[in-house]
């Protein structure tokens, strides 16, 4: 089975944690812990009859212009940006976050993604996804369960392409 | 305790690219979890997939990676280098400084996080804020329209009632037609009060600044108040400090007011005994005095707490009262905010079961009475208005009718017409001893006419005009006075102001 090594980045305190702990634990917290250094987890994705090990990091939030440290990415075969739909600020400037995390990893793809969906009703999501100028590849809600699983496999099947 | 040995802080060793432990180099850190031959990954997730990756002979950084040794985290800084067979690996504990990092982190992010909530609540309270002004606002005007719209209907319904009791021969009818007038009277009350309070609200109050006696309004006002209580438990006293200045600048149907609401007031709360009123001169300067008007009662008085509230809108006190006399629970409100707007002061004193003191300290310009306007009310009553020519311009049917009749009773010479159009033509033809104009008629408004006053110079140069309106402010009677009108009559009117205004105008002329 290969092993896959897929990061997750994104402004603080969007639901990076809460989206691993959701697909590999299946558990959900409301307390905010905010990640300090890189915790790894591990989970195999069956789909299309294929499996695949995913080495998933958990990178500490950002804040403004920080960047993600270049080490990181260091064999990563996927990432994931995720951003917070109720949080202006975390959508704000995606285009240049998108760049720079491509400029960083050498990758040609990053999977987009807007947590917290259960937070705005259909049509205030509509109107966040409007503005924003990227393609956002999935909205989830780790706190409800919503295309959680989706996302990751979205995000294996990315690193096997 | 065995203090920390360099050794224990960290561990250098050798892997494959696969991640088998070849050999330890040197430390002690975690070294019983990194055994050679095991895999590397069991304790260090996070460098799977990553070793093949490394670039040759280069150190490699990877800070602030976490491990976990028996549910102990350890945060750990690592130096990687790819030799051509094997990877060196360097990891140091850093755990001591990184617990610091770590809750300055969490602080900062909370601090940011707790930042946007207040932005967010802030921005929220400042939505409600302007909705709430705007509904005020609304509120206001709202009832401003409505006051003046029941205003009209009910000055005729006020006219007539007065009208019948007067004329009517059976007892009967002249006792329901006063429980008419009573009631009406009760309602105008308190559709003044809410027109008033939102007028205050709205900021439109103006107050009118001329020479009054004070102790004339005063007398006034008590008067009317023993007629009332004429016959009952309940007695008024004036008590009256000869040290009043003869003449000051104010309002004087505002002041009426506020002593007017003081007094209703008590009589509310006072089943028997005496009210006694008083006005008295507490502090003076070269050209101010400040007055003070009070109200006492002995009647059952207020705790602390209603005190409290007793000045907001729409309270009653009273409403536990098995005795309530009614009232929109304006009254003492409308005190607090004429009171205020003539930069005065209330204060309020009271024992349960002894009774209650309100006191209002208001400062007044004194002045010396130069205007001809001023007629004593002694005065008015001696002239009459037998065969005086007047000429009544008012587009409301009703109102022309009570002022027909109240006039015809004066002695008075009438004349009828229902818009400024048609009492132009009439003023260029024939001499008038007084003109009452309503300001909104159709064709033609009184301050149209006014301003075509020079088409009649030659009969009614000098008659004087009276504007019949119900906009009372400030701005509105300064424009009729510029206008040219003697004087305003505002509506709703008594019949002896009617006749009063009109004897002013005319003694002047
Ligand atoms: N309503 C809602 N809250 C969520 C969701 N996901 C995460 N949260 C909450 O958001 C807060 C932050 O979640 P984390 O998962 O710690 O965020 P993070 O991106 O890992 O944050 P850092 O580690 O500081 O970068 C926590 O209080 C979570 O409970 C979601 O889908 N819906
Ligand atoms: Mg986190």
């Not at chain 1, 403004?64 to 400037?93: C, I, Q, W």
């Amino acid at each position: 089975m290969v092993s896959k090594k897929v990061l997750l980045v994104g402004n603080f305190g969007v639901g990076k944690t809460s989206l691993i702990r959701r697909f590999v634990l299946n558990e959900f917290s409301e307390d905010y812990i905010s990640t300090i250094g890189v915790r790894v987890s591990k989970k195999i994705v069956e789909f299309e009859n294929q499996q695949v090990k995913l080495i998933i990091w958990d990178v500490a939030g950002t804040t403004g212009n920080e960047k993600v440290p270049k080490a990181y990415f260091l064999g990563a075969s996927s990432a994931m940006l995720v951003f917070d739909v109720s949080r202006v600020e975390t959508y704000l400037h995606l285009e240049d976050y998108v760049q720079t995390i491509k400029e960083l990893s050498k990758l040609k793809e990053v999977t987009i993604v807007g947590n917290k969906k259960d937070l705005l009703t259909t049509d205030e999501l509509e109107k966040v996804i409007d503005k924003i100028n990227v393609k956002v590849d999935l909205v989830t809600s780790a706190k409800e369960d919503d295309n959680v699983e989706e996302a990751f496999v979205m995000l294996a099947k990315e690193s096997i392409k | 305790m065995v203090p920390t040995k360099i050794e224990d802080l960290f561990i250098q060793l050798k892997t494959d690219f696969s991640g088998t432990i070849l050999e330890i180099e040197a430390g002690k850190f975690v070294a019983d979890q990194l055994v050679p031959k095991n895999s590397i990954y069991e304790l260090c997730p996070f460098l799977e997939a990553s070793l093949e990756d490394l670039p040759l002979h280069e150190v490699y950084h990877l800070n602030t990676m976490l491990i976990v040794v028996d549910t102990i985290e350890y945060n750990v800084d690592l130096e990687l280098i790819r030799a051509i067979h094997d990877v060196s690996i360097l990891i140091h504990d850093r755990s001591s400084v990184y617990k610091h990092v770590s809750q300055l982190n969490q602080n900062r992010n909370d601090l940011i996080l707790l930042k946007r909530e207040l932005d967010l609540k802030n921005t929220e309270l400042e939505n409600l804020k302007i909705i709430a002004e705007k509904a005020n606002e609304e509120k206001s005007r709202f009832l401003a329209v409505m006051s003046h719209e029941i205003r009209n209907p009910l000055n005729s319904i006020l006219g007539y009632s007065e009208m019948i009791a007067t004329e009517a021969e059976e007892l009967s009818i002249i006792r329901y037609a006063n429980f008419l007038t009573r009631a009406g009277k009760n309602l105008r009350v308190i559709v003044d009060d809410i027109l008033d309070l939102s007028r205050i609200e709205a900021g439109r109050l103006e107050l009118i600044e001329e020479s009054i006696s004070i102790k004339e309004v005063i007398e006034n006002c008590v008067n009317d108040f023993r007629f009332q209580l004429k016959g009952g438990d309940l007695a008024i006293q004036l008590i009256e400090e000869n040290t009043l200045p003869k003449f000051i600048d104010g309002d004087a149907v505002r002041i009426t007011q506020i002593l007017s609401n003081l007094i209703n007031n008590a009589i509310k709360f006072t089943q028997k005994g005496i009210i006694s009123i008083g006005i008295a001169v507490i502090s003076e300067d070269e050209s101010i005095s400040t007055i003070r008007f009070y109200v006492n009662d002995t009647g059952r008085g207020m705790t602390q707490d209603q005190i409290k509230t007793i000045f907001r809108e729409y309270e009653q006190t009273q409403a536990r009262d098995q005795h309530n006399k009614g009232g929109a629970g304006l009254g003492l409100s409308i005190v607090k905010r004429l009171t205020e707007a003539m930069k005065g002061l209330v204060t309020v004193e009271s024992t349960v079961n002894v009774g209650t003191k309100f006191s209002v300290d208001i400062p007044f310009r004194r002045t010396h009475l130069d205007s001809v306007e001023y007629v004593k009310s002694e005065e008015l009553v001696t002239i009459d208005l037998i065969g005086k020519e007047i000429l009544l311009v008012d587009d409301d049917r009703l109102n022309l009718t009570i002022m027909d009749h109240v006039l015809s009773k004066e002695g008075c010479a009438l004349t009828l017409v229902g818009d400024g159009q048609d009492a132009l033509e009439l003023l260029k033809t024939k001499r008038f001893d007084a003109v009452i104009l309503d300001i909104n008629m159709p064709r033609m408004t009184g301050e149209e006419l006014m301003r075509k006053n020079d088409l009649f110079t030659e009969y009614n140069k000098e008659t004087p005009f009276i504007a019949l309106t119900g906009n009372t402010g400030k701005t509105d009677q300064d424009r009729y006075v510029v206008l040219g009108f003697f004087n305003v009559l505002s509506k709703p009117y008594t019949f002896v102001k009617l006749i009063d205004t009109l004897k002013k105008a005319i003694y002047k002329a």
